[in-house]
């Protein structure tokens, strides 16, 4: 018997151990009741990892498989799909579900409810640095509808030391810090845009930009439920923003003013509205002039009350069909909450890249 416990035994001395190899089963072709000749058929009867039972010697011996690797289970060792089913169990968090019984060691997940996907690169490093353990991810902070694939897991050989996937799962500590991934539902289901801009406000040119946001919006369930066009009198755009937290929206979106011309005031009225300013300004093009900030609840409010963001978009995402506004958008309207952070980890990956055509969220933006 070799080191990984595999070795070559009489199939009918083969019950309860495990196939180290496929099995392929090549039945002769024969004639339908025409006399036309059936294709014959050839492929896989056994897979690698299946565990040999009493009925399956009898089909072996009519295969002329008169002995068979095996893997003869030892103390502390695992099979590969009860390791699969472990490291699974590392990244079943909210939204997140495994897709059937493992096959072939492998377990798939798959998200159980739309939302933002998201996951803790740190620890699911850590765990892929583990030797013989793997969980391959998509990419987190998008969103996703239900039943859409999320990660895959296996280990890498047949069978495993059960220390190694131990180890695997102490880089995870899901006992500290939950497990590895989540989808988190979208909370936010309204919005006011207040579009800025004298020569929107005065009729000289047509608001453009509401129809995108109010487009880019809707992908995620949200409806704009209320409208101005201050134009850019800082303090008329203050009063819109105060107007807008009064009709009990979930978030506000201004329009316009983002830049550093005279004119511009949108990021100056945010803040003098009362909002904690999160950033003004991301390591992403296009978008860089985007500020995104909220408006936490008074003191009096319900405890369970959600800070409202408030988002500065910049022109670039009138015109550009993704831009740093779209990155953050998912989680916005998760209601997760954003940091400084996040956006400066835009930056590797923040250059959209202009492809034609555009194949967003398919690429490699961020």
Known sequence: MSESGMRLVATRDAV????????????????????NELPRYKGARFRKGHVVTAEDVPVL???GKAHLYVWQKRPGWLHEDEAARRMAALC?????????????????????????FLVDSERLTAVNSVDQVMVATRRGN????AGDALAGTRVIPLVIDGAVVAQAEAAADVAAHGPLMRVAPYVMHTAAVITTGSEVKSGLIEDRFTPVVE????RFGVRVTWH???GDNMEDVVAAIGEARAAGVDMVLCTGGMSVDPDDNTPGAIRRAGARVVTYGAPVLPG???LVGYFDPDAADEKDARPVPVVGLPGCVMYSKATVFDLALPRLVAGVPLEKRDFVAMGEGGLC???DPCTFPHCPFA
Do not use: W, Y
């Open 142 to 145: 998008f969103g996703v509808r």
């Open 228 to 230: 101005a066009t201050p």
């Open 92 to 116: 079943l968090g909210e939204g997140c579900v495994a897709a059937g019984e493992p096959r072939e060691g492998k377990i798939a997940i798959n998200a159980a409810h739309d939302g933002v």
């Open 61 to 63: 011996l009519s295969m």
């Open 353 to 355: 890249l202009g492809c």
């Open 288 to 290: 860089a002039m985007l």
């Open 16 to 35: 309860g151990h495990v196939l180290c190899h496929d099995m392929t089963q090549i039945l002769p072709g024969g004639t339908d009741a025409d006399g």
């Open 215 to 218: 487009r880019k919006l809707a």
